[in-house]
C-alpha cells in the first residue's frame, strides 16, 4: 500500500531527516511498521495481510527527536488496486440437462477495481431472459436456470472486464426434452377392413433415442381417444369395423416424454369394399 503525506509545516529549526510509520488494525493497537531513514513523504508499505483492514499515521523525526503522531489516515483494506481480470473457468463444464431441472454455474472472478460482469448467449445479451436468474459479487458471478427448457439449449459467453483489460469463458448447455410431433400428412390405405398408417419420422428426438411411436384412435360412437397399438417403425396397421368413421393420432415417445400428435382426417371404413387407397 503506498502512503503520501506532507512534510511538517514546522520543522523544529532542524531539518526532518527521516519518519516512522506507525500501523493498526481494526480494534488494535498503534505499533511501528517502517522506519524510513529518508525525508521523502512517500513510501510503500510491505508485508500488509490481504483483506485486512489498516490505518497509518506518520512521526518526523529531526535532530531534537520525534514529533507526535500526525492524523490517522482513513481506514483502508489491504487489496491489490489493480489486477487484470481472471475467470477460474473449472466449474464451466459442458452440460446436459433434462428438460425442468434446475441448473447452476457459480464461477469464481478476480480483478480490481471489481470486474464488469456480462453474460451472452452466442453474442445476444440475456439480461431480458426472464427464465434465467444472473447474481454478481466482487468474487463470484453466479447463473441459474431454475427451471430449464428447450429454448435454453446454446453456448453462453462470460466477460468480465475493467480498466486492466478482460477475460472470456464458454460453456455449452444441452437440454434433453421429449420428441417434436411426427412429420404430417399421415397418409392412410385400407384394405377389406385393415387400416395402414404411415407418416414420417420426427425431426427433432429431443436429444434422446424415439423409443417407439404411440398410436390412439376415436370413432364416430365413442366421444374419448384409446390406445390402439405401438411400434418402432413409422407405419402401423390397424382393424377397423365396417360402417364406422376413425380418426388416428400418433405421438413419438421417449424417456422424457410423449411428443404433441400428428392427427390424421377422418377415416371411414365401407363395409364390402376390397381395396380402396387413399391419401390424406
Known sequence: MTLKWKAPIDDGGMPVYAYNVEAKTTGGEWQIWECLDTPE???????????QEYQFRVIAINKAGKSDPGHPSRPKVAKETDLLPFIDAKCLRDTTAEVKDRLKFDVPIFGEPAPEVRWMKGEESIEEDKSISIMNTESHTKIVFNNISKKN????????SNKSGEDKASVTVSVLDRPAAPEGPMKVSIEGTAITLLWKHVKDDGGVPIEHYQLEKIDNEKNSWGACGHTKENTITVPGLPGLTYQFRVSAVNRIGDSDPLVSENISVTEGEDALVRSL
Open 41 to 51: 513523504t512517500t513510501a510503500i508499505m510491505q508485508k500488509l495481510q490481504k483483506g
Open 153 to 160: 439449449a446454446g453456448t453462453y459467453n462470460l466477460v468480465i
